[in-house]
């Protein structure tokens, strides 16, 4: 293996364990700032029977997995989004390890991928978006756009403000349906993708919103008029954005206009 191809390997690797060591604490603040509880105390532990995890119950994935996906005393099932989150954020991580152009903007990504997943969860166990975690993480994620170049400030100011624009008449329109915890979350992709990225994430979360709904209610999961969380398709229509979004434009407009 060539010298370039083995630090790569490294980088990828180094950043998919960091990122599901994050992945296991955001999804701890994801399910208790919702609550109004502390993120420092008390120490993790089984929402059902209060017992303090130890060490080797708290590694990313591994653990849940060795424990069947149960609490070691009471045999409680824990849910597969703790794994799935962990594993989100490891491979995030190591995709942002291996593509930033500079540790700045690596920083950058790395703190909008955790408030997306944060969110997620807090959508996931609450059909909430808390104005604690959106709104300062829109000025953080604002200013690390800008700094990591990202998006030029014009460009991440008019995405925020477009973005969220959006998300307010879509809310007006769909008389609540569309909530506005989801424009506010959408101030801080419209900072990190730009006005047209975040618009595309969009698109691509109402269509798999759309897809995946429904098979849910074909499969007998859902119920017909049953609410069900959004932000998971934000989050999907994201991430498809930043790592296809040209290749999907590109196919697109091919579609649509013809030629090469």
């Not at 500079?102 to 959508?123: E, Q, R, S, Y």
């Not at 398709?233 to 790592?243: P, Q, R």
Request: hydrophobic share 55%.
């Amino acid at each position: 293996m060539a010298a370039g191809e083995a630090w790569t390997t490294w980088w990828l690797w180094s950043g998919f364990c960091v990122g599901t060591l994050f992945g296991s604490f955001i999804h701890l603040v994801g399910w208790r700032v919702p609550r109004g509880e502390s993120i420092v105390r008390p120490r993790s532990h089984c929402p059902s029977c209060g017992r303090t995890l130890s060490a080797w119950e708290l590694v990313p994935v591994l653990s849940w997995l060795a424990l069947g996906g149960r609490c070691r005393t009471c045999r409680t099932p824990i849910p597969v989004r703790y794994p799935c989150v962990e594993l989100a954020a490891g491979t995030l991580f190591a995709l942002t390890a291996t593509h930033a152009a500079n540790p700045i903007a690596a920083v950058a990504w790395a703190v909008f991928w955790l408030l997306l997943l944060a969110v997620v969860v807090t959508d996931l166990t609450t059909m909430r978006v808390p104005d604690v975690l959106s709104l300062p993480g829109a000025g953080v994620v604002l200013v690390l756009s800008v700094v990591s170049g990202a998006q030029r400030p014009l460009a991440a100011v008019a995405g925020m403000a477009g973005c969220a624009l959006v998300l307010v008449l879509l809310h007006l329109v769909s008389r609540g349906q569309m909530g506005l915890g989801d424009a506010k979350l959408y101030l801080s992709i419209g900072a990190m993708l730009g006005f047209w990225g975040g618009l595309g994430s969009l698109v691509l979360a109402s269509a798999f919103g759309t897809v995946i709904g429904y098979g849910m209610r074909w499969a007998g999961w859902l119920k017909p008029r049953q609410p069900i969380p959004f932000v998971p398709f934000i989050a999907m229509g994201v991430v498809t954005v930043v790592w296809f979004g040209h290749p999907l434009t590109r196919w697109y407009l091919h579609a649509v206009f013809g030629g090469s």
